[in-house]
């Protein structure tokens, strides 16, 4: 009787080993994993953008910066997990190719894939793209191109169990300038969402955050408007102590306005940001 009783427990803690092993959508299976390993898989940093070329002609504009690309996510005591991989750096515009051309914008930054704490059987989502810089217009004082957006990061997880997160939205492109002594300059790309961050959770999916928005072009006379700035887009909700839930997804920025084409006309509106996914406590 008493090594009945001896053995017992150990017998149950086997069990519930056996199904604490079971892979779920997203893991990596048992047999990939060595008795006494930590399963885990990080993601790749994200390539830089190119940098855009300079004009060919005396004066003329000066290429963008390509953007950085997004880190792989960190990990602190964490088993049977998936990174998503930071995102590519966007390239840089162009310059133009007559003298006094605009400059081409910079590529936006990838985003980052998300940290890890104390996190089991977990897929991150990918950061999202640095979008790519305008290209500067071909003419003497024409406009600059607009900067493209930064990449959303990928969420951070703290003590999460059985989740899949969202990615982050994509930075916009930058407007292209104008191709006309003093014409309009492209607008910026919006940043694209971050996707939510978890705090204790437990079978979740996140939504991707927005992308976002594209800059507007600048108009082709001298004198006319500047391209609108495209709108941010909306991040994925953030989760605290939630269980069992599936986000929506944060809406994408609107796309600014082109600039007009006569002297002296109307800039582009920006466009409006994306709505956010909601948030969840308890």
């Known amino acids: 009787?008493?090594?009945?009783?001896?053995i017992t427990p150990l017998l149950a803690l086997g069990w519930l080993a056996s199904i604490a092993a079971a892979p779920i959508d997203g893991s990596i299976e048992r047999r990939h994993c060595p008795q006494g390993k930590h399963c885990?898989?990080?993601?790749?940093g994200g390539n830089g953008g190119n940098g855009g070329n300079g004009g060919d002609s005396f004066g003329s504009g000066n290429g963008g910066n390509g953007g950085n690309g997004g880190n792989g996510g960190d990990s602190f005591k964490v088993r049977r997990h998936v990174h998503g991989n930071g995102g590519n750096g966007g390239n840089g515009g162009n310059g133009g190719d007559s003298f006094g051309s605009g400059n081409g914008g910079n590529g936006?930054?990838?985003g980052n894939g998300g940290d890890s704490f104390k996190v089991r059987r977990h897929v991150h989502g990918n950061g999202g793209n640095g979008g790519n810089g305008g290209n500067g217009g071909d003419s003497f004082g024409s406009g600059n191109g607009g900067n493209g957006g930064n990449g959303g990061n990928g969420g951070d997880s703290f003590k999460v169990r059985r989740h899949v997160h969202g990615n982050g939205g994509n930075g916009g492109n930058g407007g292209n300038g104008g191709d006309s002594f003093g014409s309009g300059n492209g607008g910026d790309g919006g940043n694209g969402g971050n996707g939510g961050d978890s705090f204790k959770v437990r079978r979740h999916v996140h939504g991707n955050g927005g992308d976002g928005g594209n800059g507007g072009n600048g108009g082709d006379s001298s004198g006319s408007g500047n391209g609108g700035d495209g709108g941010n887009g909306g991040y994925g909700g953030y989760s605290f102590k939630v269980r069992r839930h599936v986000h929506g997804n944060g809406g994408n920025g609107g796309n600014g306005g082109n600039g007009?084409?006569?002297?002296?006309s109307g800039n582009g509106g920006d466009g409006g940001n994306g709505g956010n996914g909601g948030d969840s406590f308890k």
Request: charged share 10%.
């Open 108 to 110: 936006g930054n990838g």
């Open 1 to 6: 009787m008493r090594f009945y009783t001896s």
């Open 40 to 44: 885990h898989s990080s993601g790749n």
């Open 260 to 264: 007009g084409d006569s002297f002296g």
